[in-house]
């Protein structure tokens, strides 16, 4: 692997953010819109109010509203439409987690829809940005986000009831989702142990493999336990499938607040040659609070920055005992 020493001192603020990737709403439509007028869904709030069934999933939007598929890259994309609004889908591996939008200029909530954990962003002021909901799993490893763009404080109302009518279960046909794009590297993780004392320090390696025929970009920072700076990013649930509580530098990587010093460190730029493996390594404890006793899932994800392609590790288990 050939590195170089090209960025000294990098502020990071936000940097998780800026890694995000692209909304999936760049398609040309390929159908016509088509109004359903099925039944309510039951919990429905708004009388005169029908379901728009997307396959996987479905809504309530009030008469007029109408659903249309568009042709999508990697994933199932669409829109629903009515009322002067657009409302664009992404369901696939890769859907627009709304990392973006932050506080304080947004008002992001996270609650249970459809009996699924879901996060909602909406402009703290009404016209300018997105208003979306975005759910991690959604099943068979696939994601969701529903967002609409520059909403009046009447529409962003209106979407924001709809957001809480979503519902899963339906069958995913397999025309509208393309098989994704081959990704450039593969991404195993591990750790030196499987049990841990709480309090003590969780570290993981990870190691990324180039499986192209061509060199491919790689950044890391100086030290070996910060694989954060080059692009990586960490998830990590309990044994009921939430998040433990978050450390500030998490957040701080997130956008949210602003740290007592600035974060700065050094970063080495090079490439990975075809075939050749790289390891880097993350302190798993410096983004969850993790000394609650019990069994913890880890997973981490880096974005290609050419192919634009998400990959994701395999998952590794750990117990904290007290």
């Known amino acids: 692997m050939r590195l170089t020493i090209s960025v000294c001192g990098a502020v990071l603020i936000g940097f998780v953010g800026l890694l995000s990737s692209a909304d999936g709403d760049g398609a040309s439509p390929k159908s016509t819109l088509q109004i359903t007028n099925n039944a309510l869904q039951s919990g429905a709030e708004e009388s005169g109010w029908h379901r728009l069934d997307a396959g996987p999933f479905s809504i309530l939007a009030p008469s007029g509203w109408g659903f249309r598929q568009s042709q999508g890259v990697d994933s199932y994309v669409g829109e629903f439409a009515g009322d002067g609004v657009v409302l664009h889908f992404d369901f696939g591996r890769y859907s627009n987690p709304l990392e973006e939008e932050k506080k304080p200029t947004y ?41 609409g763009h520059d909403l009046t404080p009447a529409q962003q109302d209106l979407v924001l009831k709809i957001f809480d009518t979503l519902r899963f279960g339906g069958p995913v046909r397999r025309y509208v989702l393309p098989p994704p ?31 192209t025929d061509s060199d491919i970009a790689i950044s890391r920072a100086i030290d070996d336990t910060s694989a954060e700076v080059g692009g990586w990013t960490i998830e990590v649930w309990d044994d009921t499938d939430k998040a433990p509580p978050e450390t500030q530098y998490q957040r701080l990587l997130r956008g949210e607040g602003l740290p007592d010093e600035p974060l700065e460190w050094s970063v080495i730029m090079g490439s990975l040659s075809p075939g050749e493996t790289f390891k880097d390594a993350m302190i798993v404890t410096k983004f969850y609070d993790l000394s609650k006793p019990g069994k913890y899932s880890i997973q981490v994800q880096r974005i290609d920055p050419t192919s634009k392609v998400a990959v994701k590790s395999d998952k590794i288990t750990v117990t904290v005992t007290p």
Do not use: C, M, W
Request: glycine letters at 10%.
């Open 107 to 147: 008002v992001v909530v996270h609650k249970s829809i459809g009996g699924r954990p879901a996060k909602i962003a909406s402009p703290r002021t009404p016209g300018y940005g997105i208003t979306g909901v975005y759910f991690r799993n959604v099943g068979d490893s696939h994601a969701l986000t529903l967002f």
């Open 181 to 211: 794009p081959k990704q450039p590297f593969t991404v195993k993780i591990s750790s030196v142990q499987d049990v841990f004392k709480s309090g003590s320090e969780i570290r993981l390696q990870i190691a990324i493999t180039n499986i």
